[in-house]
């Protein structure tokens, strides 16, 4: 059974600091991966995707991935409150356009 | 504005009824899904279309049916069968994997909330 494992939280930071979250994915052979964020009662919304290995870079945001630890992270720069949500982490599976998704981590930005 | 519409925002069924949710999207998108959410769970896949008169089952695709005979539009039928219906109701949609060398980010519509009467 494919997976992707995301700790469920709550992780809580101090505003400003920076927020760290991890997922790992069981697929060695998946290619594409993605972060979304969703605030309760709210559906996700894309954040970052990476396909290489290395770090991406978008505004406060940094997806990181490395394949060769099966390992993807994502990182928030100057935390805000509004940072707040669930974050899901998701992993592409034989590149047939269906993706696994982690059951997400709780992440609370302390005002 | 290009995106996905989902209605009606809050559905309830009643036992043994069909209902019907609505997904449709203006992003000429030729993949669409249908995802489940369960308080505290990630998403799980219903089923999938990656083009007009085609789909595909997910992992969990007993008790619903659907339907793919626009490229706009994706219903998705939550049968009698189904016997836990209660969840949040997602569609997506994305360009296919097949255009590029990597799969394409999912976009989401706004969810239908499901409950029983």
């Known amino acids: 059974q494919k997976e992707v494992e995301q700790n469920s939280g709550p992780l809580s930071v101090p505003e400003g600091a920076i927020a760290s979250l991890n997922c790992t994915y069981s697929?060695?052979?998946?290619?594409?991966f993605f972060w979304y964020r969703q605030y309760s009662g709210k559906s996700p919304e894309l954040i970052m995707f990476i396909y290489s290995n290395g770090d991406k870079e978008d505004g406060r945001f940094t997806a990181q991935l490395n394949k060769a630890s099966q390992y993807v992270s994502l990182l928030i720069r100057d935390s805000q409150p509004s940072d707040s949500a669930t974050y899901l982490c998701a992993a592409e599976m034989n590149r047939d356009d269906k993706i696994i998704f982690g059951k997400g981590t709780r992440l609370h930005i302390l005002p | 504005d290009g995106g996905i519409t989902q209605s009606p925002k809050y559905l309830f069924r009643k036992e043994g009824q069909n209902v019907t949710l609505s997904c449709e999207q203006n992003?000429?998108?030729?993949?669409m899904y249908w995802y489940r959410q369960d308080p505290g769970q990630g998403l799980r896949l219903i089923y999938y279309?990656?083009?007009?008169?085609?789909?595909q089952k997910g992992d969990i695709a007993e008790g619903y049916s659907v339907s793919r005979e626009k490229k706009e539009s994706f219903p998705l039928t939550v049968t009698s069968a189904q016997k836990n219906p209660t969840a949040f109701y997602l569609c997506?949609?994305?360009?296919?994997?097949?255009?590029?060398?990597?799969?394409?980010?999912?976009?989401f519509g706004d969810g239908t909330r499901l409950s029983i009467l």
């Open positions: 997506a949609s994305s360009i296919p994997t097949g255009y590029y060398h990597s799969n394409q980010p999912q976009h």
């Open positions: 992003l000429n998108h030729d993949a």
């Open positions: 697929d060695r052979g998946s290619q594409s």
């Open positions: 279309s990656q083009i007009v008169n085609d789909f």
